[in-house]
């Protein structure tokens, strides 16, 4: 479903855009709010659902998530409202969870089952039949059919049968969580185990029924800038075409700034000093102090290591995250400056939320979130007159944006002060790939490497808060990488800065 624009995507879209003009405006939040369920779904006929009444319920649920609240259950007696006089605080931090299952719009999906199809043909052979282990599939006029009661879901009779007619089927949101997180309730709904969740976002873009969201912070940003706040946003290198291919870093820096941001940086920047902190560890303690080092700046991998893999905490980077480093970098110019992180990512939201990082960066806004802001305001982002993008950052560095991009960068930096010392890495995306390469290290077989680990299946690209197909979005980032004026990390003129950043 990624990079395909769905009416879930439509919905989502048009309630960021929403929240965000309600936010711009000075009317009675409270009131707006119980109105625009309606608003976003006119009439009385149901488009998506067995009931125009449902989907206003669930759209409710999720103008709450956005506006930072939490769901309510079906059983709640309360208006969409309760709450929001809390949100209408700059400084307000959304309280976890951050992945929400609406409950009532989740369609019970089945866990796992394996079943056979109308494309059944009842061939002569019967193969499925013959490689059942459990004797679980009978032919009933003339076709196969499954005992879901004797099927143990091994699949063997899906790769026997010659027409693709027997299919295995899994619960879309449980097969993109990486970290088995997600089960059932008592009524067969999607839940979550909060204790194994690193808010990735992957059941977010992958629930075919939009049941699932995360907890947004527009409405903050907003007030934030409302109330005369300095605002910088730090974009995240994976930007690149999210807004549209007509839409330039300088038409992007024009934007933001009509929209009442103070000023635009590349978070790449952060990259580079990150790239380089890594290099410098890798050096000094790899394997001498260290067996491997993992990398740092995805944070959903990063806890899933330390959380899986507790006795080897110690072996994933301490550098801090590109996110963090750009923050500070601002902060260390500008002290009085809130920063506005904008990026791919859903997990970076958790990161900030991490009392050691709030006073770092103050807010997290996802490419899709920030679209909403360019609709709220009518910005015409392909059009409107360029100002010269704040282009400081390596190739490197914008690397970071791709699955591979971080080992590189490091290795590039270690290469450039060791020259003939061999670095050897292991990488890998999607957090099951991930969970099974700290496997692998914990079993030895990757003593002295760099790991690099990618939560999201091509890296940042493929983050839950992009808009274009992750394929695209790599081979863009790449040209767009391509042009920068230096080409390591170790050419950017902020590592003098580096060791304050680190206190």
């Given at each position: 479903?990624?990079?395909?624009?769905?009416?879930?995507?439509?919905?989502?879209?048009?309630?960021?855009?929403?929240?965000a003009?309600?936010?711009?405006?000075d009317?009675?939040?409270?009131?707006?709010?119980?109105?625009?369920?309606?608003?976003?779904?006119?009439?009385?006929?149901?488009?998506?659902?067995?009931?125009?009444?449902?989907?206003?319920?669930?759209?409710?649920?999720?103008?709450?998530?956005?506006?930072?609240?939490?769901?309510?259950?079906?059983?709640?007696?309360?208006?969409?409202?309760?709450?929001?006089?809390?949100?209408?605080?700059?400084?307000?931090?959304?309280?976890?969870?951050?992945?929400?299952?609406?409950?009532?719009?989740?369609?019970?999906?089945?866990?796992?089952?394996?079943?056979?199809?109308?494309?059944?043909?009842?061939?002569?052979?019967?193969?499925?039949?013959?490689?059942?282990?459990?004797?679980?599939?009978?032919?009933?006029?003339?076709?196969?059919?499954?005992?879901?009661?004797?099927?143990?879901?091994?699949?063997r009779?899906?790769?026997?049968?010659?027409?693709?007619?027997?299919?295995?089927?899994?619960?879309?949101?449980?097969?993109a969580?990486?970290?088995?997180?997600?089960?059932?309730?008592?009524?067969?709904?999607?839940?979550?185990d909060?204790?194994?969740?690193?808010?990735?976002?992957?059941?977010?873009?992958?629930?075919?029924?939009?049941?699932?969201?995360d907890?947004?912070?527009?409405?903050?940003?907003?007030?934030?800038?409302?109330?005369?706040?300095?605002?910088?946003?730090?974009?995240?290198?994976?930007?690149?075409?999210?807004?549209?291919?007509?839409?330039?870093?300088?038409?992007?820096?024009?934007?933001?700034?009509?929209?009442?941001f103070?000023?635009?940086?590349?978070?790449?920047?952060?990259?580079?000093?990150?790239?380089?902190?890594?290099?410098?560890?890798?050096?000094?303690?790899?394997?001498?102090?260290?067996?491997?080092?993992?990398?740092?700046?995805?944070?959903?991998?990063?806890?899933?290591?330390?959380?899986?893999?507790?006795?080897?905490?110690?072996?994933?980077?301490?550098?801090?995250?590109?996110?963090?480093?750009?923050?500070?970098?601002?902060?260390?110019?500008?002290?009085?400056?809130?920063?506005?992180?904008?990026?791919?990512?859903?997990?970076k939201?958790?990161?900030?939320?991490?009392?050691?990082?709030?006073?770092?960066?103050?807010?997290?806004?996802?490419?899709?979130?920030?679209?909403?802001?360019?609709?709220?305001?009518?910005?015409?982002?392909e059009?409107?007159?360029?100002?010269?993008?704040?282009?400081?950052?390596?190739?490197?560095?914008?690397?970071?944006?791709?699955?591979?991009?971080?080992?590189?960068?490091?290795?590039?930096?270690?290469?450039?002060?060791?020259?003939?010392?061999?670095?050897?890495?292991?990488?890998?995306?999607?957090?099951?790939?991930?969970?099974?390469?700290?496997?692998?290290?914990?079993?030895?077989?990757?003593?002295?490497?760099?790991?690099?680990?990618?939560?999201?299946?091509?890296?940042?690209?493929?983050?839950?808060g992009?808009?274009?197909?992750?394929e695209?979005?790599?081979?863009?980032?790449?040209?767009?990488?391509?042009?920068?004026?230096?080409?390591?990390?170790?050419?950017?003129?902020?590592?003098?800065?580096?060791?304050?950043?680190?206190?």
């Amino acid at each position: 479903m990624r990079g395909v624009y769905t009416s879930i995507t439509e919905i989502r879209r048009n309630i960021f855009t929403e929240i965000a003009r309600m936010a711009y405006g000075d009317g009675d939040y409270a009131k707006e709010i119980e109105e625009l369920p309606f608003k976003i779904l006119p009439g009385e006929q149901a488009q998506y659902r067995d009931s125009i009444f449902l989907e206003r319920a669930i759209v409710g649920e999720r103008l709450r998530l956005a506006m930072g609240l939490p769901v309510r259950t079906a059983a709640e007696s309360a208006p969409i409202s309760k709450g929001i006089e809390e949100c209408t605080k700059p400084e307000t931090y959304y309280e976890p969870p951050l992945i929400n299952i609406i409950k009532f719009a989740c369609h019970a999906c089945p866990e796992k089952r394996v079943v056979s199809t109308e494309a059944c043909q009842g061939c002569l052979g019967h193969p499925c039949t013959v490689v059942c282990p459990k004797d679980a599939i009978h032919i009933v006029n003339g076709r196969s059919v499954i005992d879901q009661d004797k099927c143990i879901k091994c699949g063997r009779c899906v790769s026997a049968c010659p027409y693709n007619a027997i299919i295995k089927q899994e619960r879309p949101c449980m097969a993109a969580c990486g970290v088995n997180a997600i089960g059932s309730d008592e009524y067969g709904r999607a839940s979550i185990d909060y204790n194994k969740c690193v808010s990735c976002g992957m059941c977010l873009v992958n629930c075919p029924f939009g049941a699932i969201a995360d907890k947004s912070q527009i409405f903050q940003l907003i007030q934030a800038m409302k109330h005369g706040e300095h605002v910088y946003a730090a974009v995240a290198p994976a930007f690149v075409d999210q807004f549209g291919p007509k839409v330039t870093p300088e038409k992007l820096r024009a934007a933001m700034k009509a929209l009442g941001f103070t000023d635009v940086l590349e978070v790449a920047v952060g990259a580079d000093l990150c790239a380089a902190e890594e290099a410098r560890d890798f050096v000094e303690e790899v394997p001498e102090k260290l067996p491997f080092m993992g990398t740092s700046c995805c944070p959903a991998w990063s806890v899933m290591a330390k959380q899986q893999f507790p006795e080897y905490a110690h072996c994933i980077s301490m550098a801090l995250t590109p996110m963090v480093l750009t923050g500070r970098l601002i902060k260390m110019k500008h002290p009085n400056a809130k920063i506005a992180f904008i990026g791919p990512c859903a997990a970076k939201k958790l990161e900030a939320m991490r009392k050691s990082i709030r006073s770092d960066v103050d807010f997290v806004l996802t490419f899709e979130e920030m679209m909403g802001l360019f609709n709220a305001k009518n910005i015409d982002i392909e059009n409107i007159e360029e100002e010269e993008f704040l282009s400081e950052s390596s190739t490197d560095g914008r690397n970071f944006a791709f699955s591979g991009g971080v080992a590189q960068a490091v290795v590039n930096c270690i290469k450039q002060t060791h020259p003939d010392m061999e670095v050897k890495v292991a990488s890998a995306q999607g957090l099951e790939e991930c969970r099974k390469m700290m496997m692998m290290a914990k079993a030895g077989k990757y003593n002295g490497y760099l790991l690099e680990g990618m939560a999201c299946p091509g890296g940042c690209v493929a983050g839950a808060g992009t808009m274009v197909a992750p394929e695209k979005t790599a081979v863009s980032v790449k040209r767009y990488a391509a042009k920068a004026e230096k080409r390591f990390c170790t050419e950017t003129d902020y590592l003098k800065d580096l060791e304050r950043l680190e206190e």
